[in-house]
Every structure is written in structure tokens, then in C-alpha cells.
């Protein structure tokens, strides 16, 4: 088992770093950096243009692979260039991390366990009125992107706060917190409150796939030997499904899970940028926006990294939970 | 010519051996046949149907285009004069949602052609031949599997900036094709082993006449039913990256950039300038989705739907 994972871990490995050149390079020569000089009103002295460029590694005037090499030789210390407004990338990508992982965690551990309850009640209930209206909905949700569902879910707030009423809006939908928000529980609720919307728009999507997919594992465990024999041991229903459908039917969707958490937190750039959070997501669009080539690239490692690492992980789980998987 | 024998037990008369051109026929009828005793299937045939005559007869409805401004009245709700209202800018909203509407099924059509294609090409030719082109179709489909691509066309976003938009088919195409070429090899795998493709290749058939004439006919359900998906993921691909201003940019519209328009104002008195357009996204890609559960079921009685990716 140690020398599959090493093998598959540097294969793993490789991938990362081409797939990373790969975003490098494509945003060092797609990228016009100097047009955000040019177009200043004044346009920046060509002096102050280049000095700068060269700070941020970014002189189009120099031969692409000289910038990569450099860039890659920085990155090998622990050095990952400037932004576009000369601020350290490592700086900016712990703090903006953060903001995401604050985003994207409830959403996350609400989809998983809402998408296996929904998926398991469906199977139990087949072909009746709730899983039929369940997986209608599923439909719906499945065919709204989340440019769609975000500004749809502030259409809502609007509507609600104004039926509501009343001084402060009940429902926020700009920024991560109030700033006037005073004492524990009121920047407590402020937070909470400026989270609902958002967890909404990132987790009804996860939560109609997880649930597709649940349904249709627990469908194949219920028929099976095991559940009969603890119903004939004297299980009550509820408790026979719960204990011994549910934890089996789990299995496969646990990596599904995984995966789809990790990829969520580069995925969520539609959410980040409707909701008014400056995570990875807005950032990234930002840097593309400022031909920052350094932070996209830094964006885009991390993503890898998150998308292998989900990949191992979910061999591993599966290797743990599936006896008859062997590594 | 392969039968293949359908374990379906409703329809007995599906079974037939007689002349080769009639089964297939006969296939044909058979999955209508199936496909149309799935009510929602039919339902989002037909509203696809409408919406596509909507996208291309729209237009003839109403006097502006597109491009136009309309200074006298901006901002106006939907009206006998505009039906959707008008932007900020004076864009007529019904004119606008039409031709988006074009461009994105237009979009959608050709990147799912291309991108299924090589999905087809790339998965037989990787399981067919094996060895070296096996391992090197299999590393690069793992690649980009691993490169996130939509930070992908967003990054390659200034080179389309200036150029056609038909640039942006074979890009998002690019980062398209992986699953269904993973699913193909699989199954071009199990074909491959097959007494008919044997014998066909002890016969001395090149390789791509076998792979045209005995593996595609064998994988075409997968392949229709991917084609159909991968329309609706390329409309919302291409959508996605116009709503961040990263695809289809002025004066061209889609639904994505008449979406994003419509976005700032959901949060206004003039919320239908976001609700026509997104709507109309909506009923496109459900029509889609249901037209191809409907198809993998009519193709493949054995599948429960839930392996639907």
C-alpha cells in the first residue's frame, strides 16, 4: 500500500507542476500587462511602468521562459512574486484563503449530510408523491447555474426585507459582516446572517447531486440480505435503514463528497463575487482583470493541489470503508 | 452488424433477427418507442422544440435589434412596445434575451459536436490500440482533468478578447472532452474483446474501418446521450464566462452577458430584466437534462439513471 501511494503521488506530483506551468504560461503570454500603465490618466512615465513590471516579474519585454524560470526558481523558496499592486502573494493568498474556508465549510458539511438524508428518505419512499416532487426538483435546481441562483436568492432578500419591513434589512446579502455589528452574539448573528444567502446559493446544487446519487445506492441496498436479517433480528425499520442501509449505501457518495468540497472552494468565484467576498474567487477574477500573472498562477497551484488531494483522498476512504479494495 | 438483444420484457416484438437494414430501423422505432413513454423526456423534446423556433423566429416579432438603444425609455417595464422592458441603456430586454438565446444554442450545439467527437476518437483510439496510445491519451485526459478549467479559459480569456467569437467553441471544447473519453475507453475495452471485432481483425480490416464500422455502432448510446448533456454544460460554460465578462463581450450578445446585465438590477423594482433572460436559461438547459435521461433510458434499459455522472 506505501508504494502505491508514493508511485501515485508522484505521478500525482508531475501533474501538478505541468498543470501549473501550463496556467503560468498561458497567463504570461495571454496577459497585456502594460495596458494597465498605458491606460492611466496620466499614463505612468515608462520609467515607473517598467520598474514596476520587473518588480512583478511580469516585463512582456523579456523572453516568457526567462520570467518562468524565475518565477518557478522563487516559487522553489517559497517566494510566489508580487500582485498587480506590488503586494506580497503569500500575504494576500493567507488572508483571502481564509475568507473562502470561512464560505465555503458550512455549506460543505450542510450539502453532505442534507443530500444523504434527502437521497436515503427518496429510496425508501420510491415512486411516491415526495420522491417523485424531490427528484422534480432536483431537476429544476440541476438546470440553474449558479450565476442564475445567486442574484435569484438576492432577488428574494430584496422582496423579503421589504415585505418585513423595519430598519435594518433582515436578510444581508453584501460582505462578510456588519461593521457597526457590536458585542459577541450581535457580530455572531451579523455573520450568520450575511452567511445564509451564500451557503444557500453554494450548497442546493451539492445537495440535488449528493441526493441523486444517495438515492440511487441506498435503491440497490435495499433489496439486499443484510437489511431482511436485521429486520428478522428484530430491528425496528427506522433503525435497520439508519444503521445498517444508510452507512453501507454511504460509501460511494463519501468520495463523490470529497471531491466535490475541495473543487468548491476554487468553484465558488460566482458566489464570492454576487455575495461580496473577497476570496480566491474574486481575487482571481481580479488578478485576470490586472493581468497579474503571479496570482493567478498561485490561485491555480492551489486548486490542483486541492483536486489531487481529493483524488487520494478518495482512494484512501474508498481503500478504508470497501473491504474489497485492496491497494 | 451486431443485435443487440434487449433485456426489456414489455416489448417482444424487439427481437427479431431478418436483414440487417431492418434492425436497425427497427432499433430506431424501438427506442422512439421507449423514449416516448418517458412523459418528461417528451415534454422537454418538445419545449426545446418551441424554444429553438422562439431563438430563431423571435426576432421577426419585434422591430429592435439587439444593438439598439433606445434613449426615449430607459428603464421601462415590459410593455406592448418592448416586451421585457428596457435596460439602464435603453437595450431592448426581449431583443436582447432572443439573440443570446441564438448564440448560446448555437454555442452549445457546435462545442457539444466537437468535444463529443473527440471524446469518440480519443476513448476508441486509446482501448483499441493500447500500449503507447493508450498511455498518452490516458495521461493527457488525467491532465486536464487536473487543470481546473474554467480558471483555465479564464486565464486564455484576452486571447479571444479582439477575435470572432467563434473562437470560444473549440476553447471551451478543449476542457470538455474528458469524461466522456474516459467513459468511451471503458466501454471500447469490453467491445474490443468481442468475437465480431476479432474475427474482424483476423480478417485483416484496418483498424479504423473496425473502430468506425463495429465499436462506434456499439458505444453510440453513451456517445448520444453525452452529446446531449454536454449541450446544456456548454451553454452554461459559455454563459459563465460571459456573466464575468470573460466570454462572448459587446457588441455580440448571449444569454450570459444578458444575464449579467439583467443581475444588477435583481436587486431592484426591475427585477424581470434579470428574471426573463435567466429563465429562459433555465427552461433550455431542463429541456436539455430531461431529453437526456430520456435518451439513456431508452438506450440502455439496464441503467438506473443514477449513474448519471
Known amino acids: 500500500m506505501g508504494a502505491f501511494i508514493v508511485r501515485r503521488l508522484l505521478n500525482y506530483a508531475v501533474l501538478v507542476f505541468i498543470a501549473t506551468s501550463l ?27 517598467y520598474r514596476e513590471l520587473d518588480e512583478r516579474d511580469s516585463n512582456p519585454d523579456k523572453p516568457v521562459f526567462e520570467r518562468y524560470a524565475h518565477w518557478v526558481d522563487g516559487v522553489a523558496h517559497g517566494d510566489f512574486g508580487k500582485t498587480w499592486d506590488l503586494d506580497s502573494v503569500s500575504k494576500h493568498f493567507s488572508i483571502s484563503v481564509w475568507v473562502t474556508v470561512r464560505l465555503v465549510s458550512v455549506a460543505a458539511v450542510l450539502s453532505a449530510v442534507l443530500g444523504v438524508l434527502i437521497g436515503s428518505f427518496q429510496a425508501v419512499r420510491q415512486y411516491k408523491v415526495s420522491d417523485h416532487s424531490i427528484t422534480f426538483a432536483s431537476y429544476v435546481i440541476f438546470a440553474m447555474p449558479v450565476f442564475v441562483l445567486a442574484p435569484f436568492l438576492k432577488l428574494i432578500a430584496v422582496q423579503v426585507n421589504k415585505a418585513v419591513g423595519g430598519d435594518t434589512p433582515l436578510l444581508q446579502y453584501q460582505g462578510e459582516i456588519d461593521p457597526n455589528a457590536t458585542g459577541f452574539f450581535g457580530q455572531l448573528f451579523s455573520r450568520a446572517d450575511h452567511l445564509l444567502l451564500p451557503t444557500i446559493s453554494l450548497s442546493l446544487g451539492l445537495i440535488a447531486f449528493y441526493s441523486r446519487y444517495q438515492r440511487g445506492t441506498m435503491l440497490d441496498v435495499m433489496g439486499s440480505d443484510f437489511l431482511r436479517t436485521a429486520r428478522a433480528k428484530g430491528l425496528r425499520k427506522g433503525r435497520a435503514i439508519l444503521k445498517h442501509g444508510v452507512r453501507t449505501a454511504v460509501i460511494p457518495v463519501m468520495t463523490l463528497v470529497t471531491y466535490s468540497t475541495i473543487t468548491t472552494f476554487a ?34 497551484l492551489f486548486s490542483a493541489v486541492l483536486v489531487l488531494i481529493a483524488g487520494m483522498l478518495s482512494d484512501v476512504i474508498t481503500a478504508v470503508l470497501d473491504p474489497r479494495v485492496r491497494l | 452488424m451486431t443485435i443487440q438483444l434487449i433485456d426489456d420484457g414489455h416489448t417482444p416484438e424487439t427481437v427479431g433477427g431478418g436483414p440487417v437494414a431492418s434492425t436497425a430501423a427497427g432499433r430506431a422505432r424501438l427506442v422512439w418507442r421507449r423514449f416516448r413513454r418517458n412523459k418528461l423526456a417528451v415534454a422537454g423534446l418538445a419545449g426545446l422544440v418551441l424554444l429553438f423556433l422562439f431563438a430563431f423566429f423571435g426576432p421577426s416579432l419585434t422591430h429592435w435589434k439587439a444593438g439598439d438603444n433606445d434613449f426615449l425609455n430607459t428603464q421601462t417595464g415590459p410593455g406592448s412596445d418592448h416586451f421585457f422592458g428596457t435596460d439602464d441603456a435603453g437595450h431592448d430586454m426581449f431583443a436582447q434575451t432572443v439573440s443570446g438565446m441564438r448564440k448560446s444554442l448555437n454555442i452549445g450545439l457546435l462545442v457539444a459536436a466537437l468535444s463529443t ?27 486536464f482533468l487536473v487543470v481546473p478549467s474554467l480558471l483555465m479559459l479564464i486565464i486564455l480569456s484576452p486571447y479571444f478578447q479582439g477575435a470572432n467569437w467563434i473562437v470560444l467553441i473549440p476553447m471551451i471544447a478543449l476542457f470538455n472532452w474528458m469524461i466522456t473519453s474516459r467513459v468511451v475507453r471503458g466501454m471500447t475495452l469490453t467491445v474490443r474483446e468481442r468475437e465480431f471485432v476479432r474475427a474482424a481483425r483476423y480478417m485483416g480490416v484496418p483498424a479504423w474501418t473496425i473502430i468506425r464500422r463495429h465499436i462506434l455502432p456499439n458505444i453510440s448510446s453513451i456517445l448520444i446521450v453525452d ?13 459563465f464566462l460571459s456573466f464575468l465578462g470573460f466570454g462572448i463581450r459587446t457588441p455580440d450578445v448571449s444569454l450570459g452577458t444578458v444575464i449579467n446585465d439583467g443581475s444588477t438590477f435583481a436587486g431592484t423594482d426591475q427585477w424581470y430584466l434579470f428574471a426573463f433572460p435567466a429563465s429562459f436559461l433555465v427552461l433550455i438547459i431542463l429541456c436539455v437534462n430531461f431529453i437526456g435521461d430520456g435518451l439513456r433510458d431508452a438506450l440502455d434499459p439496464n441503467s438506473t439513471g443514477v449513474s448519471a455522472r
Open chain 1, 23 to 49: 496556467a503560468y504560461l498561458g497567463a504570461a503570454t495571454a496577459f497585456h500587462p502594460k495596458d494597465m500603465y498605458l491606460h492611466k490618466n496620466p499614463p505612468a512615465p515608462a520609467v515607473v511602468m
Open chain 1, 267 to 300: 468553484g465558488a468565484i460566482i458566489t464570492e463575487r454576487v455575495f461580496g467576498w473577497n476570496g480566491l474567487g474574486s481575487w482571481f477574477t481580479d488578478a485576470t482583470n490586472h493581468a497579474d500573472v503571479n496570482s493567478v498562477a498561485m490561485i491555480t
Open chain 2, 117 to 143: 467527437g473527440a471524446a469518440g476518437i480519443l476513448g476508441t483510439a486509446a482501448a483499441y490500440f493500447g500500449g503507447w496510445w493508450d498511455k498518452v491519451i490516458v495521461w493527457l485526459t488525467d491532465l
Open chain 2, 227 to 239: 452529446y446531449t448533456l454536454n449541450v446544456g454544460a456548454a451553454i452554461v460554460t459559455e454563459s
